[in-house]
C-alpha cells in the first residue's frame, strides 16, 4: 500500500528550541553505575494534579524528538517529563563510560521516583527507549501502570516466538539500512575517525532522517534535521549513543536487561508504517510478547520517528489510551 505524503494532514507546528524550560536533577550512583545529572523538561500540572508520562527517546534522537507532543499532551492534563537518556543531549557524559539498557533504567527510576516523587507513571517509548521502558517496568514492579511502544526491539522471548511460528531472527532483521548497527556496534573507533569534525558527525545523524530512510520521505525539512542534529556535534556524544549497539559486540553491561519475558500491563502496541529500521514483523512479535495490549495500530505516512512525523495521530492515541489514569487524577478517590 502506497500512502501519498502530499494528502497526509498538516501536522502540529514544532515549538522553538527554547520553548520548554530544561531541568537538571542529579541522580545517585548505585552498584555498576555512576551517578551523575540528567537533564530533562518538566511540564504540566505537578504535586498530583495531572497523571505523570515519562516519554523516552532512542538513538539517534534526544528529548527534542518529542517537542510536537509535549504541548499536546500538557493540554490534555498530563504531567510530562521528557529526559534526555545518560549521556544524550544535554544529561552528563558518564564518568565511568557506562551506558546500557538497565543504567539507563536506573537513572530513570530514580529521577521520577525519588526526585520527582512519583509511585506510579504512564512511559511512552520507542527505538533505544521502548526497550529501557520494558526493563523498567520488570525491574521495578508496579511502578509502570501502563505502556506505549512503538518502533524498536520487542521483547526477547524466542521460544514464545517459535511455537507461534516466527522465526525469532526477525528480532535482529538488519534491513535495507542496518549497516549503521554494525559499524557503531562493531568498528566504532573506524567510525568516529571518518567523522572527525563536527559538521561530518551531524551530517551522519541528519543522514537518518533524510536519505536513509528511517523516517517518511520529507517528513523533516531542513530546520528540523538541523534542531535533531544539534547535540550530536561532539565525538563524546556520538560515541556515548554508539555504546548501546556494542553490547552486541562485547562490550560489557553493568548488568543484564530485564527482556526476557512477556509484558503483562496494558501497552498500545503502535508502528510506523514506513520504518525501513524496525522490519514489519515487529507487529507479529509484539502480538505474542504483549499479553494486555491495545493494537498494533500502524500509523500511515510515519517511519521510524512516528511520534515527530505524525503527531496528530500519535497524541490523540496516547491522550486516549492513558485517559482513564488520568481521569483518576483528576477526580481522586
Not at 551517578?35 to 523538561?41: D, E
Not at 524528538?65 to 510530562?80: D, F, P, S
Not at 558518564?94 to 520527582?116: E, G, M, P
Not at 504512564?122 to 517496568?137: E, H, M, P, Q, S
Request: net charge negative; glycine share 10%.
Amino acid at each position: 500500500m502506497h500512502y501519498d505524503l502530499r494528502l497526509r494532514p498538516k501536522q502540529p507546528e514544532t515549538p522553538a528550541a527554547d520553548a520548554f524550560t530544561i531541568h537538571r536533577s542529579e541522580v545517585p550512583p548505585t552498584p555498576g553505575r555512576d551517578g551523575l545529572t540528567l537533564a530533562y523538561v518538566h511540564e504540566g500540572p505537578k504535586g498530583g494534579a495531572g497523571y505523570p508520562l515519562l516519554l523516552l527517546h532512542g538513538y539517534p534522537e534526544t528529548k527534542r524528538i518529542w517537542w510536537r507532543n509535549i504541548a499536546a499532551l500538557v493540554a490534555a492534563g498530563y504531567e510530562v517529563i521528557a529526559p534526555d537518556l545518560r549521556g544524550h543531549g544535554d544529561s552528563d557524559l558518564s564518568r565511568d563510560d557506562v551506558y546500557d539498557i538497565a543504567a539507563y533504567s536506573r537513572d530513570l527510576y530514580l529521577l521520577v521516583h525519588d526526585v520527582l516523587g512519583h509511585q506510579h507513571i504512564g512511559v511512552v517509548g520507542g527505538d533505544v527507549g521502548g526497550a529501557v521502558a520494558v526493563d523498567l517496568l520488570h525491574r521495578y514492579p508496579g511502578f509502570v501502570d501502563k505502556l506505549v511502544f512503538f518502533d524498536t526491539v520487542p521483547p526477547l522471548v524466542f521460544d514464545d516466538y517459535v511455537a507461534a511460528g516466527i522465526d525469532p531472527g526477525a528480532i535482529l532483521n538488519d534491513g535495507p539500512t542496518g549497516d549503521y548497527r554494525h559499524r557503531q556496534g562493531g568498528t566504532p573507533d573506524e567510525l568516529a575517525a571518518e567523522l572527525d569534525t563536527d559538521d561530518k558527525r551531524r551530517r551522519y545523524i541528519g543522514e537518518m532522517y533524510g536519505h536513509r530512510l528511517w523516517a517518511s520521505p520529507g517528513t523533516f525539512n531542513k530546520a528540523d534535521v538541523d534542531f535533531m542534529t544539534e547535540p550530536w556535534g561532539a565525538e563524546e556524544r556520538l560515541r556515548a549513543g554508539w555504546a548501546v549497539y556494542q553490547l552486541a559486540y562485547g562490550r560489557p553491561s553493568s548488568e543484564p536487561p530485564i527482556m526476557d519475558r512477556k509484558v503483562d500491563i496494558p501497552t498500545l502496541i503502535l508502528y510506523g508504517m514506513d520504518d525501513n529500521v524496525v522490519s514489519p514483523e515487529f507487529v507479529h512479535l509484539c502480538e505474542v510478547a504483549f499479553t494486555n495490549r491495545t493494537g498494533p495500530v500502524v500509523l500511515p505516512g510515519a517511519g521510524h520517528f512516528l511520534q515527530w512525523e505524525r503527531a496528530d495521530l500519535f497524541n490523540a492515541l496516547v491522550i486516549a489510551f492513558f485517559g482513564d489514569l488520568r481521569v483518576l487524577y483528576e477526580r481522586p478517590v
